[in-house]
């Protein structure tokens, strides 16, 4: 599986972005994915996954109730919905996928990771 991050940009705080990640490859329905962000001088952060039915999502509370992880399989995609964005949201966003899903104690855990994008940067001004 081959995963490309976009959407990324320059918003205001309170703004909103919409990110995408597209896989190549087959039977992507079926991986789990998750958003991850690294600020600079900062640790990978998880930020939200979802499991391959899209009925489980998980989230970190930083940015619960402002950000949705959804998936269209149709298109081999997973999208991050970022609204009321802060200036703290500033970060490299990466995607990643693993198959089958991680054990719930690991799915914050980049390493449990198998597969990665490149990142798009999100800036926040205040």
């Known amino acids: 599986v081959q995963l490309q991050a976009s959407g990324g940009g320059l918003v205001q705080a309170g703004g909103s972005l919409r990110l995408s990640c597209l896989a190549s490859?087959?039977?992507?329905?079926?991986?789990?994915v998750a958003w991850f962000r690294q600020a600079p001088g900062k640790e990978r952060e998880f930020v939200a996954a979802i499991g391959a039915s899209a009925s489980n999502t998980y989230y970190v509370d930083s940015v619960k109730g402002r950000f949705t992880i959804s998936r269209d399989n149709a298109l081999n995609t997973v999208y991050l919905q970022m609204n009321i964005m802060k200036p703290e949201d500033t970060a490299d966003y990466f995607c990643a996928a693993r198959f089958p899903r991680p054990i719930l104690s690991e799915t914050r855990n980049p390493a449990s990771y198998h597969y990665w994008g490149q990142g798009t940067l999100v800036t926040v001004s205040s």
């Open positions: 490859g087959n039977n992507f329905r079926g991986y789990f």
